[in-house]
């Protein structure tokens, strides 16, 4: 490997959301933090030296994003993902949430439903019921130990008036990778049903070995009429801190809404520093990746023999992409807070609690993966000792 991805960085006063805050959010500064999905790694060489040379300047003036910028964009998502973006679908956003939150507002109508696939990443309920909309909830089917997409379902909520879906692909939390068959399924239903699709790909760059991710939008010209995308560099080179994504969408009449809405907002302008570290990342990030992909998967891996090992009556799932373990604690018969006490309290350890992604998750935890292996192996030796001990 020529990246060392075992390196313990210490995060500790860097002003991390994830690693300066367990005092204030679990109550004790020492509890290890396996949650909000950062990564404990140092992002790419060639993105730190791009941010470099633009703090170099010294004037950090008002800022446009370039031609290469987009290029870079461009030619990784038909290198990595075979799907032919052209720059004029694209337009810039501070953060994905944040163009959930904007598709919401500008596709549906006040009051009106919007589809969620349950359990999943809890912002896709803020940005529904915050906009004055309701969740209309299509909990995915535990089947053979993955989930899978209720149809039946799904269509009775279309037929009942939903006309806009937000789709997770990958799926957070589960990390589902959606096959082409289900998602041109999926896809028929909400074209039958005239059902716009918001679909959020953010970890689709960490998809691991033995599978493959679909952008829904390159699946058909029809399908890519009816969805917006939303995308970052984000999540796969470790940049959240940045706050940069973009939006991709073929159709005009999605995205001159999506446009003007940001401009009303003054949301349009580009970041100084954010433009150079994406260009850079996806340009100079591929080995990157690949070896980090390696590592997750031995994370994974590791995980997954260490719970049956030690804590069998915790099932596991095994992800498909992003580097975040869904665990099924059901067997230790403990509640929402029996959990919280457990991984707080007791282990000192914080995990993702699982009813925030949905009721369906109550009873699971979400660990983040993404840290160097030794800090992985203390985090679950606590949280085994600590539940062993109340069986
Ligand atoms: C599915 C999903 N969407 C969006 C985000 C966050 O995106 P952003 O930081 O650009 O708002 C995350 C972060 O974990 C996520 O898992």
Known sequence: MKYDFDAVINRRNTRSYKWDQSEKLFGDKDIMPLWVADMDFESPPAVKEAILRRVEEGVYGY?????????AITSWFKRRHDWNIQPEWMTDSPGIVTSLSLAV???????????????VYYPFYDVIN????????NPLILQNGRYEMDYDQLEGLMKGGAKLLLLCSPHNPGGRVWEREELLKLGELCLAYGVTVISDEIHCDLTLSGHTHYPFASLSEELAN?????????????????????IVASNPDLKRKFDMRLKTLSLHMAHYFAPDAVQA?????????????????????????????HLPQVKVMRPEATYLLWIDCRGLNRDINGLKQLMFKEAKVAFSEGSVFGSEGEGYLRINLACPRSILQEALERFSEAANHSL
């Open 281 to 309: 990342a996806y340009n100079e990030g591929d080995e990157w990746l690949d070896e980090l992909l390696v590592y997750i998967s031995g994370n994974v891996d590791y995980a997954i023999s260490y719970m049956s090992e």
């Open 226 to 246: 009816i969805t917006l995308t939303t995308l970052a560099a984000t999540k796969t080179f470790n940049l959240p801190g940045i706050q940069t994504s973009f």
């Open 105 to 119: 507002e500008l596709y549906s109508e006040p009051g009106g439903e919007v589809i969620v696939q349950s359990p």
């Open 63 to 71: 800022s446009v994003s370039s031609e290469p910028y987009k290029e």
């Open 130 to 137: 915050m906009n004055g909309r309701k969740v209309a909830k």
